[in-house]
């Protein structure tokens, strides 16, 4: 069975500084993707950044880049010169095949 | 280009009534997801569509939730009864036809709080 871990519940970071969240999953395929959403208070979920699992390059998305450690089953997500705008609940995703699998999420607080 | 629609956005029921959600998806996209999402949890798929045929509804329970996409469009959550555990944010999600990335685009949800 496929399974995503997000270990910490809660991370706060000031605002411009960088902030790391972590992810990891379990699995046997070899073929699959990983995502991460973000989910705003009272808002919908977007997608924030994604890696194909078959590449080895890291994915960047202006502030935002993963460090894909594929042996490690590791998928972090860092984001530069945090913002007020980026506090939300991150949530590490897992694609294989037809299904998703979701983290239990991050609440990330960026503060003033 | 209009989102993912969901309807009602908030509902109160008492334990054992019944209760149906609404999604209209991004025009043209050819699948459509149904999560829930407790409170402190990552969603968790509840059922999945390609046009109007199920691909996956291993986790649905099917003793009390069912859901249809009539003419591959819109879809319809019912839940029939309610238990009190059901209460959750179900969100709607769908993907554009042909996507190699299969990223999902997300409706706002619908807050069901059980009595």
């Known amino acids: 069975a496929q399974t995503v871990t997000q270990s910490q519940p809660e991370m706060s970071v000031q605002e411009a500084e960088t902030v790391t969240l972590s992810c990891t999953y379990d699995?046997?395929?070899?073929?699959?993707?990983l995502f991460w959403y973000k989910q705003p208070p009272s808002r919908q979920m977007i997608l924030v950044i994604r890696?194909?699992?078959?590449?080895?390059q890291n994915a960047t998305e202006n502030r935002f880049s993963v460090n894909f450690q594929k042996a490690a089953k590791s998928f972090s997500l860092k984001i530069s010169d945090s913002q007020l705008g980026d506090t939300a609940m991150y949530f590490c995703a897992f694609l294989s095949g037809n299904q998703f699998y979701f983290g239990t999420g991050t609440s990330l607080t960026v503060i003033p | 280009e209009a989102g993912v629609a969901q309807s009602p956005r908030y509902k109160i029921i008492e334990k054992r009534q019944s209760v149906a959600f609404w999604c209209n998806p991004i025009?043209?996209?050819?699948?459509l997801y149904w999560y829930q999402q407790i409170l402190g949890q990552g969603p968790k798929l509840l059922i999945q569509f390609q046009n109007n045929g199920v691909v996956d509804d291993s986790q649905l329970p099917k003793d009390r939730f069912s859901a249809e996409r009539l003419k591959g469009v819109d879809s319809t959550l019912k839940i029939q009864p309610a238990k009190l555990e059901d209460s959750a944010v179900y969100l709607c999600?769908?993907?554009?036809?042909?996507?190699?990335?299969?990223?999902?685009?997300f409706g706002p949800g619908t807050r069901l709080t059980v009595l």
């Open positions: 999600a769908s993907t554009p036809r042909g996507s190699s990335y299969n990223e999902q685009f």
């Open positions: 025009s043209g996209h050819a699948t």
């Open positions: 890696q194909e699992a078959y590449k080895q």
């Open positions: 699995t046997s395929e070899s073929n699959y993707y």
